[in-house]
């Protein structure tokens, strides 16, 4: 017996796209199922799909125009909408959520991701291609669950719990269609709701729950009227009646069946309508008809075979061919009956409906008692190799499972080591900066300290060449004074002392020639005149001595004066020195004359050792108002000035002149003299 | 006659000498002389009252070792005392100084009877001046005689206050030592003595500068 899956996945993408007219039917086929309405509706959207074909090409040129833009949020809601502009199953709708899922995984929106794998687990669940479908979608459900809201859980769960029930694996179809219902209630999504239930009554036939699957197929015809369903919502609702008819069924419960199957054909007039569900239930009334004992049931299997034959429903052809074998088997008519029923079987083995051909082969068993065994070791052998097939499928799940687990997992243990990477280049990179800065700082201040220090420096330099410049003149002026000291001594010696004894000496020596008649003697007397001119002689040395007192040798000039004379005194170099009036020495910093005061001394030092000189000008000028210019010229034998090995002297000079911001220029040529010019700003 | 003479010099060659020289007067008077070789000798002798009119002529020498105890530190201080103690006594000063402040100091302070610079005059000249001095005249050497035309003085321009700070100025004594021993306020020896530069034209110089200009117009 067939299953009659009407589920409608639109449901979920209506929730997304709310503008979406068309609403489309999923047809489920796998193993043991098959979705007659399928050949309905693929023919319905094919017609769909010629109108929209005009609309096609202005899609695909959307797309393109789309992927040429930068990826965002933005660009992601225009692509999604786009893709459902498509046909569910058109190979555009998979290659946009391709993109999507791309682009998202650059720019690592997990959103989009998730959206994206969503998407895709349903476009391969519609494909039948359910590995692919559970890949995507459990990809889906981890990525939902590590975001806030878990975008898109309900219907990632739904579809997850109709891909187990494909698989048979009706316990987990169950819980996890139950918390895909419990998201949906809680976000009050209808379509869901109803999908939920569905599924979850599924299931639950699977599990030989019938009386749980009733509650839950009740529940999901209630719902029916609630839910926003644009096309056959009465085909939807009686497949809901056929359901519950088939449980019954199952049950034994024949009466009821037949009431529940009726009412679900009473729903519309579905012989004009809705073919398929016509057959079904026809079927399904028919049959418990049949197990109640009404005969007219033959005409309606064979009715239902003609209809399955004329649109070549190979399910509804297995269903009517199925029945009619066990109603002749009940007619005892055992080789009609092994007609159709090998002939099911055929069919069912053909079209890989296990399920069918399970119960075809055990009615076989009761058409043929003499050849039982070989029908229940064929069937035991079918059996075995479905529960092999069903378990390797749930192996391979749970295989998929693991994997996605494992590759969610390794992106995460690579997306860690790239936080962790990313965190150790911060760190590195902000203890980098930070140790740099320190350092900057570190040479900054350090720098600043040198500057200050050689301030400081400079400043006691100063100081101290002031010091020493005092020194020299109070040593200067303590030798004047010792020299005033001594010449005022001279002088009063000879003012008081010689002088007056030699007055005496005149007076009395006058007085002895006069008394002796000798004074008109003037060898006598012109010795004594003579005396007198020594006297006065004396007394103008004495005078002159006094007057010189503060000739006034304690300046600059002095100082550098007794240089020359220093050294005049014990060679044989005659210097001429020639000092500018013009130059107001105490105007000019102490600083200033002491580094003069050691130029000129260098100089001369140099000219005294190595020049050979005999004449040496030292003029003083001032210029330009604030500069004095100095020049100190010999005679000498001069040097090579473009000789690398210029001495520690000249140098020295350089150096001094340089702190001074003056200039410095050397002039020499061999037997020609030196000239040193110098220009001091003050 | 008995001519009385107070001999004041540090040298007793040069007393010696006087003696020798005034032995050969003309007039034939007999010379008595007495001697003081320094400040304290002299002025002993000056205010004794038994002296006041012992003597009919003093020798004045101007430098001789001072008496600082009663303020006496030249010929000129005791010229100022015999003026007082012995009012009758005539006053030859004889000096080996020729500078203008001194000379004209001298002259106005005591108004000597005759003013000879050592050095300036011949012996026989000393005879002149010891008998027109005697006989009520007065008696300048030529180099007295000019250095009093000096304009500074007679025009008023320094009086006997500047002059006085000039000639301890030379002797190289600070403005509180000079303050001292004219016994006048340290301000007024300033105020003196920038009237002076003033006078000199060399405004804002040193003591040095003073002394330099006064010894190149020839005032000291």
């Not at chain 1, 000798?518 to 002159?544: G, P, S, Y």
Request: charged share 25%; glycine share 4%; hydrophobic share 40%.
């Amino acid at each position: 017996m067939s299953y009659l899956i009407l589920k409608r996945k639109s449901l979920f993408l209506t929730f997304y796209i709310k503008n979406k007219t068309v609403t489309k039917h999923i047809l489920k086929k796998n193993i043991i199922t098959f979705i007659i309405s399928a050949i309905l509706l693929l023919s319905c959207n094919k017609k769909d799909n010629e109108k929209n074909s005009v609309n096609e090409k202005s899609l695909d040129q959307t797309f393109v125009d789309l992927k040429l833009k930068k990826y965002d949020t933005l660009t992601r809601k225009e692509l999604k909408n786009l893709a459902y502009k498509f046909d569910y199953n058109n190979k555009k709708y998979l290659q946009i959520f391709e993109y999507i899922y791309e682009q998202s995984d650059k720019i690592d929106d997990t959103f989009g991701k998730t959206e994206a794998n969503t998407n895709l687990g349903i476009y391969y669940f519609n494909k039948f291609q359910n590995d692919s479908a559970y890949y995507f979608l459990s990809r889906a459900e981890k990525l939902s669950k590590n975001q806030k809201g878990l975008p898109f859980i309900g219907s990632i769960l739904e579809s997850k719990a109709d891909l187990l029930w494909c698989q048979k694996n009706f316990t987990e179809a169950e819980s996890t269609a139950i918390k895909a219902l419990r998201i949906a209630i809680k976000k009050k999504n209808n379509e869901l709701i109803l999908s939920c239930y569905i599924t979850i009554a599924n299931s639950l036939v699977g599990l030989n729950k019938y009386n749980k699957a009733l509650g839950y197929y009740q529940k999901a015809k209630e719902k029916v009227d609630y839910v926003n369903l644009t096309v056959n919502k009465l085909a939807y609702k009686a497949s809901i009646y056929n359901y519950i008819a088939l449980i019954y069924q199952k049950q034994n419960e024949h009466k009821k069946s037949l009431i529940y199957s009726e009412i679900g054909l009473s729903l519309d007039n579905f012989k004009k309508n809705d073919i398929v569900m016509y057959s079904y239930l026809t079927n399904t009334i028919s049959y418990s008809k049949f197990k109640l004992g009404d005969k007219s049931s033959l005409n309606q299997f064979k009715e239902t075979l003609k209809i399955g034959d004329s649109i070549k429903s190979i399910p509804i052809l297995i269903t009517s061919k199925t029945y009619l074998g066990e109603y002749y088997l009940s007619q005892k008519d055992t080789l009609t009956a092994n007609t159709y029923l090998k002939n099911a079987q055929k069919l069912a083995h053909k079209n890989n409906i296990f399920e069918d051909e399970l119960k075809i082969l055990k009615l076989l068993q009761l058409a043929n008692p003499k050849r039982t065994n070989l029908f229940s070791n064929r069937y035991i052998q079918l059996n075995d190799s479905l529960q092999d097939v069903e378990r390797a499928t749930r192996d391979k799940f749970a295989r998929i499972e693991f994997e996605t687990d494992e590759i969610t997992n390794q992106k995460e243990i690579v997306s860690k080591e790239n936080n962790l990477l990313n965190k150790r280049i911060w760190i590195i990179s902000v203890f980098g900066l930070l140790s740099l800065l320190v350092i900057v700082l570190w040479f900054m201040n350090k720098s600043q300290k040198a500057k200050t220090r050689e301030l400081l420096l400079k400043q006691e330099q100063q100081k101290a060449n002031e010091a020493i410049y005092q020194l020299m003149i109070d040593q200067q002026q303590q030798m004047e004074e010792g020299k005033n000291i001594e010449k005022q001594r001279i002088s009063l010696e000879l003012h008081d002392g010689v002088m007056g004894k030699l007055s005496a000496v005149r007076l009395n020596l006058y007085a002895a020639l006069y008394k002796e008649n000798l004074i008109e003697n003037e060898v006598f007397t012109k010795q004594i005149d003579e005396i007198q001119e020594v006297e006065k002689e004396i007394r103008t040395i004495a005078h002159d001595l006094n007057s010189n007192l503060f000739s006034d040798n304690a300046n600059f000039i002095g100082i550098v004066k007794e240089l020359f004379t220093k050294i005049e005194n014990h060679s044989q170099i005659y210097f001429t020195i020639q000092v500018s009036e013009a130059v107001n020495w105490d105007l000019i910093n102490n600083s200033i004359k002491i580094n003069l005061y050691r130029i000129l001394q260098e100089a001369l030092q140099n000219i005294e050792k190595y020049a050979n000189a005999k004449n040496v000008f030292l003029t003083m000028s001032l210029i330009e108002n604030n500069k004095i210019n100095i020049v100190i010229s010999d005679d000498g034998i001069g040097f090579d000035i473009n000789k690398k090995s210029i001495g520690i002297g000249i140098n020295n000079m350089k150096a001094r002149i340089v702190e001074l911001n003056g200039k410095f220029n050397i002039q020499s040529e061999l037997n020609q003299g030196t000239e040193i010019n110098l220009t001091i700003p003050f | 006659m008995i001519v009385r003479i107070l001999m004041i010099d540090d040298h007793p060659g040069m007393i010696e000498g006087y003696k020798a020289m005034l032995s050969l007067n003309k007039v034939q008077h007999n010379i008595e002389a007495i001697s003081a070789f320094n400040c304290e000798e002299a002025y002993n002798l000056i205010i004794n009252p038994a002296n006041s009119s012992a003597f009919d002529l003093v020798f004045l020498d101007y430098s001789i070792p001072e008496f600082p105890e009663q303020k006496i530190y030249n010929g000129e201080d005791l010229g100022v005392l015999i003026r007082k103690h012995l009012p009758n006594t005539k006053i030859i000063i004889l000096t080996a100084h020729f500078d203008a402040i001194r000379l004209y100091n001298v002259v106005k302070k005591i108004q000597p009877n005759g003013l000879l610079v050592k050095s300036d005059y011949k012996p026989p000249h000393l005879l002149d001046a010891f008998e027109k001095v005697l006989a009520g005249e007065t008696y300048y050497t030529p180099i007295v005689l000019e250095k009093l035309k000096e304009p500074l003085f007679t025009k008023g321009f320094l009086d006997s206050l500047d002059r006085e700070i000039l000639v301890l100025l030379a002797e190289g004594f600070q403005i509180k030592t000079i303050a001292t021993k004219m016994i006048v306020s340290e301000d007024t020896i300033k105020k003196r003595k920038s009237k002076i530069k003033d006078l000199l034209g060399i405004g804002k110089g040193s003591d040095e500068d003073i002394l330099r200009e006064c010894r190149a117009l020839g005032l000291l």
